[in-house]
């Protein structure tokens, strides 16, 4: 066995054990379904279905609630509804141990990608660079928490799609993907176009742009009503508002880009499939300017972005060694470090902190059962205090009204407040914030 190839089954053999270990640690934490009302609503919609009918009564169903869905929030996103009607059938463990997986094939399969193009030319400096790049993309971390996020389920789908060759299956994926997250559709039409160029490939390109006209269609029907399409804007205010949060939140990651970069420079060679992940990667961002650039939403711009790194790094020619910096491998390796501190702090804070927090209201409501306490997961709208609420319940939880009409036994669960907040008018309910029951102040 060569050299090279001890390499390769080393770094495929360290990366499945941290996999594997990821894995069961995840499945051995003691998960809740999130306070947030897709989560909340949807565990009682499908198991209701189940309930009613059969497994396979929320599949039936889920196209009418997607078309529900595109009516009353302006999205949509078919898939996504699909994958509610099954991941939510699912006990909250497995449900959470699916999301971590998707996460882990989001961050390793940049490096799958460059690894296949290197062969013989693989070089540990790049290798960290795409690690650091993917665990720079911290935000994408939130959607191992919140269940519901079609921004990781759209990303894993895109992931899958990059990592086989056959280019009818790959657009079939990517067309998924619009439907989970509709600015992949830009993703669809450059691969689509690519397609179209080569012959042998033309068909499965005149596939990908048919469909996705018809998604786009159906896409820009839908974001003409609903709470999320009235929030497009066109206007200067709007675009410098989400730049600057993009750059807010990509900061960490743009700066691990550009210095690999300046590293890297002399054996960075871009090819089709490089360009096809940039325009649309490039495509995607120019749509969420329009929208909302904050937290997660901006994480498949910098998934795409590395992803199109992970075809470039390649040698000009199979005989030439990338030609890296003495200082690349260290400079690499710190920025790994650094940026696994970020994805380990992120996960500590926004996915086991907020679990915890939960799980806590949640044993101390099954120790008050017997007194009729009711217990309301939620949060609170800082801009206009509106409540938002949806019951718990230990098998799922029923959507509620976003008011409370109740006068007591209520406790309110808040995403991220250190503190209850004092409003003017405000039923006389209980909030558990952060480990610990008091009042809420008005």
Not at 193 to 212: A, D, I
Not at 279 to 307: E, K, S, V
Request: charged letters at 15%; glycine letters at 8%; one cysteine or more.
């Amino acid at each position: 066995m060569t050299e090279v190839r001890k390499r390769q089954l080393a770094w495929v053999a360290g990366i499945s054990a941290v996999i594997a270990l990821l894995a069961v640690w995840t499945f051995a934490i003691d998960w809740e379904w999130s306070y947030i009302g897709d989560d909340a609503g949807w565990v009682g919609t499908v198991r209701s279905a189940v309930e009613a009918g059969s497994p396979l009564t929320p599949l039936i169903q889920a196209p009418a609630w997607a078309w529900g869905e595109a009516v009353g929030w302006g999205l949509f996103r078919p898939t996504s509804i699909t994958y509610y009607a099954l991941i939510y059938q699912l006990d909250v463990r497995g449900a959470h141990l699916i999301r971590a997986i998707m996460y882990l094939v989001a961050v390793v399969a940049p490096l799958v990608i460059a690894f296949r193009v290197f062969s013989a030319q693989f070089c540990i400096a790049q290798a960290l660079w795409l690690l650091a790049l993917g665990l720079a993309n911290y935000t994408m971390i939130y959607g191992i928490y919140f269940v519901s996020l079609s921004e990781l389920t759209a990303i894993f789908l895109v992931a899958i799609a990059l990592l086989i060759k056959q280019p009818t299956l790959k657009v079939i994926l990517f067309l998924l993907a619009a439907l989970a997250k509709a600015p992949f559709i830009w993703l669809t039409f450059m691969y689509s176009l690519y397609l179209m160029r080569n012959p042998e490939t033309r068909k499965s390109g005149s596939l990908g742009v048919g469909l996705g006209i018809a998604s786009l269609g159906a896409i820009v029907y839908a974001s003409q009503s609903g709470s999320y399409g009235e929030n497009l804007a066109i206007n200067p205010w709007h675009f410098f508002k989400n730049v600057e949060l993009l750059g807010t939140y990509g900061a960490p990651f743009l700066f691990i880009l550009l210095l690999g970069i300046f590293l890297f420079v002399s054996s960075l060679r871009t090819n089709a499939m490089t360009w096809v992940l940039l325009i649309g990667a490039a495509l995607f961002a120019g749509n969420m300017l329009a929208w909302n650039t904050i937290g997660y939403y901006n994480a498949p711009i910098w998934f795409l972005l590395t992803c199109a790194v992970a075809t470039a790094i390649m040698p000009s020619s199979k005989d030439a060694q990338p030609q890296t910096s003495r200082w690349a491998v260290p400079v690499m390796a710190g920025c790994l470090v650094a940026s696994g501190l970020l994805a380990a702090e992120t996960f500590r804070t926004d996915v086991f902190g907020r679990n915890q927090m939960v799980v806590e209201a949640r044993d101390w409501y099954l120790s008050q059962r017997s007194v009729g306490t009711r217990l309301l997961m939620g949060n609170i709208n800082p801009t206009d205090f509106n409540f938002i609420l949806t019951e718990h319940d230990p098998r799922y939880r029923d959507s509620l009204d976003s008011y409370v009409d109740e006068t007591t036994g209520f406790v309110l669960v808040m995403n991220d407040w250190s503190y209850p907040p004092e409003i003017d008018e405000c039923p006389p309910i209980k909030v558990w914030t952060r480990g610990f029951l008091a009042p809420l102040k008005c």
